[in-house]
T-cell receptor, first 113, second 110 residues
Framework: GAGVSQSPSNKVTEKGKDVELRCDPI?????LYWYRQRLGQGLEFLIY????????KSGLPSDRFSAERTGESVSTLTIQRTQQEDSAVYLC???????????FGSGTRLTVV | QKEVEQDPGPLSVPEGAIVSLNCTYS??????FMWYRQYSRKGPELLMY????GNKEDGRFTAQVDKSSKYISLFIRDSQPSDSATYLC??????????FGTGTSLTVIP
C-alpha cells in the first residue's frame, strides 16, 4: 500500500484481557518497528524486525508483550493480561533499511479500563 | 539521564515568526539525526534527516547539528498556522533504533 496501515485505530479493553494490534508496512520495506507513545512522553522503542533476522526484542517491557512478523509483511503486537499502564498509542513504522527515515502509521490508541 | 532531552514547550508564536526547536543528547556515538512532525492523532512524519555535523536546508526548514556540543536544532522560517504540531527529534548511532525526544508542542497563531 501507499503507507503504513495500522488496525484497529482505537481499542478499548478491560483490564486482564488480551489484545492484538496489526501493522501492514509499506511493500518492500524490510525493517519494521513498534514504538509506544504515552501521553506527554517520548516514543519508547519496543521491537525491531529486519528481514529474516532474529528480531531485536530489547524494548519489550514485560513478558506480557510479544510480536510476530511473517517474512517482510504484516506484523502483530500482542499484549496479554492488559494492565492500565499499557494504555498508550502504539505506533508501527517501516523502513527500506535501518538508517533510512521511518514511515509511521497513524497508530492504535489503546485504552485499558 | 535520558538519552535525548527536548523542551516540551508549549511554544506559541505569531504567524511569520522564526521558530527555533532544540534537543540535547548524551551519547557521543549518535551520528544520524532526524526531525519529525506529528499532528494530533496522527503518526509522526519525517521532516529532515542529517548525518553528522552541519546544516541542511529544505524550503522553510533548516536543521543544524553541533556534535561537539551534542546539540541539534530545527529552525522554521515564516511560520504558518499549518506548522502547528508537535516536533520530535530523533537520533541514532550504529544500532537498530532511533532514540526520540519527548516532543515540543508548537502553535502558530494567525
Amino acid at each position: 500500500g501507499a503507507g503504513v496501515s495500522q488496525s484497529p485505530s482505537n481499542k478499548v479493553t478491560e483490564k486482564g484481557k488480551d489484545v492484538e494490534l496489526r501493522c501492514d508496512p509499506i511493500s518492500g520495506h524490510t525493517a519494521l518497528y513498534w514504538y509506544r507513545q504515552r501521553l506527554g512522553q517520548g516514543l519508547e522503542f519496543l521491537i525491531y524486525f529486519q528481514g529474516n533476522s532474529a528480531p531485536d526484542k530489547s524494548g519489550l517491557p514485560s513478558d506480557r508483550f510479544s510480536a510476530e512478523r511473517t517474512g517482510e509483511s504484516v506484523s502483530t503486537l500482542t499484549i496479554q493480561r492488559t494492565q492500565q499502564e499499557d494504555s498508550a498509542v502504539y505506533l508501527c513504522a517501516s523502513s527500506l533499511a535501518v538508517l533510512y527515515g521511518y514511515t509511521f502509521g497513524s497508530g492504535t490508541r489503546l485504552t485499558v479500563v | 539521564q535520558k538519552e535525548v532531552e527536548q523542551d516540551p514547550g508549549p511554544l506559541s508564536v505569531p504567524e511569520g515568526a522564526i521558530v527555533s526547536l532544540n534537543c540535547t543528547y548524551s551519547n557521543s556515538a549518535f551520528q544520524y539525526f532526524m526531525w519529525y512532525r506529528q499532528y494530533s492523532r496522527k503518526g509522526p512524519e519525517l521532516l529532515m534527516y542529517t548525518y553528522s555535523s552541519g546544516n541542511k536546508e529544505d524550503g522553510r526548514f533548516t536543521a543544524q547539528v553541533d556534535k561537539s556540543s551534542k546539540y541539534i536544532s530545527l529552525f522554521i522560517r515564516d511560520s504558518q498556522p499549518s506548522d502547528s504540531a508537535t516536533y520530535l527529534c530523533a537520533m541514532s548511532g550504529t544500532g537498530n533504533q532511533f532514540y526520540f525526544g519527548t516532543g515540543t508542542s508548537l502553535t502558530v497563531i494567525p
